[in-house]
């Protein structure tokens, strides 16, 4: 059998299918005229469209990255993200330039997540036609695929854009460098069977390394994207040395099939350039008893019995309340019944994907081959993601229940993966009516045994109507993703989940600050960060839970904590019930015989804000008692 019957046969990134090996150059205007530019106009109204459906809302982690990013403008040098060494500030420096351009704002802050998700859509794209060609699809299957994933990256399920959209430490940025790593590896090995010169793979390996590195020092998410491309090249070294193996007729000596291992000897390559790209983490590590290492060697967990019982539990939260949440799009505060069909339709994609892929291995159909280089990689990562997330130490909180959502965002790179499914199914169901609907014609022009009804004008509206049936389905699809944007809660879309009560405007009460001249306050760090960034600074807040429980509470910037530490009389921010006469803090103060100024502000439906300034004298929340400075009261 030959072996491209065997679906192992490829061909490099710069072959047409069925063309000539010289590639038609294209016009200069060709460019212009790509869909391309229309997934990135939509996916940029989308996103603007929904930052200011939500009133530009930050939440306090949010706030930090600002606050670190105009730090930077004033001469400091973080590496990590406020007290957790292992989100690098990547991040903060992208929003740093964009506040050097525009100045600080919540605007400029968004812009940076808005601006590198058309990097998204742009990589997956360049990543769909990759796969395209390498499968030998038609042009006008090229087409097809490529547009759909485009259109499906520009949008995606509501969940999987608000994390994109949120600065959480990396997020956005660490999907940049996945989709690179897949794209540089796919690219890696099409030239490695092509035969290129040892010199373009030793380029094409530190390339690799660097971004390896680089999103190493950005986010651990990266693990996902780097075992993909681990298990994608070391599947490709066992595909060529079986393909070796079988040409070899007399029998060669072993040396000979090993030829294709030898090669992955210029892995060497990356070494130095991941160590570049790590740079950052290195310097920070030196100095911090290497925290930051110990932190990624903990993520994974021991193995033991009780463990792989975790992993099991962790795994059915993931099929039962995490995938659907990415697949589907609901927030944890939505009503999620509008979502199911949307998560019906997204894992039916996925799970005929699979199935496709399988049945291309026992069935050497060529459609299914197609659909084999098309959706393999994807899937790989797709794979490789849910396996991350399940074994991952963190992921435990996923027990916590479906309506907190506190690791969901761990899980967002299956998102990545999905236009992809999307994409090779309605191009399959595309190339096979146009395959069908081709034979019958043949048959009718051939004059062959065909029912009377049966002309050519008959195939060719039949096979009209199949595709225009199919696309209408996946503009619903688009179209209802779009919707979910819309019926999105303004004041709870960006809001933590930790605290999603505290008010999406706190307009009010900073100017309520600003009017009494209050430059110090106690406040939870969700409630606190986004006063200070809205007001440059110029209003310091900080959280005393550090100060109350530091073995469970994270002091994020120690220099904001003991300038109100040491403030004379700072204020007291405090989230209420919205029916409570006379709030635990103000009996706290009145027990204490210690005069005050308050204002109520109103929060979320339920919940308000109490601002109370002592005026008597100055009052500790190390005080007894004054432990109070939750989310819920």
Sequence with gaps: MDIKEQGIEVVTADQSPGASHQPQRKPWYALFLSPLWVCLLIALLLRTWLVIHTHSVIDGDEALVGIQAERILHGEVPLYFYGQAYMGSLEAYLVALLFAIAGPSVWALRAEPILLSLVVVWLTWKLAGVLA??????AYAQQIFMTITALLAAIPPLYDTVVEMRLLGGYIETFVLMLLLLLMVLHLTLRWHAGASSKELALRWVGIGFIVGLGCWVNPLIISGVLAAVIWVAGYCI?????????MDPPLPVSATLHPARILLLTAAALPACIFGLTPALIWGATHQWQNVTYIQNLGGSLSRHRLSIILHVTHAYAACVAPRIIGGALPTEN???????VFLGVFCIAATVVLIVSSFFWHHPLLLHIRWLAAL???????????????????FALLGCNLDDTGRYATPLMLALPFFFATVFTAICMYIHEKSKRQLQNVNDEKRTPLYLTSGTVAHISSFGQVLLFSLLLIYLGTQAWTYAQSNAGYTFQSTYCPVDPANNDSIIAYMQHEHIQYFWASNLLAYPIVFKTNSSIIGADPRPLLHPRE???RIPSYTNAVLHADRPSMLVLIKHNDPHPLLLRLLDARKVTYHAAVFTSEPGYDVLVVTPVSRTVSPLEKGFDIFTCYP
């Design 133 to 138: 060609r390498a499968a030998q699809l038609p």
């Design 239 to 247: 595909v060529e040395i079986v393909k070796q193996y079988k040409k």
């Design 336 to 342: 999620t019944a509008i979502h199911w069909p949307l």
């Design 378 to 396: 994807p899937t790989l990562f797709a794979f490789c993601a849910a396996f991350a997330y399940c074994t991952g130490s963190a992921s435990v």
């Design 553 to 555: 509470s994270i002091n």
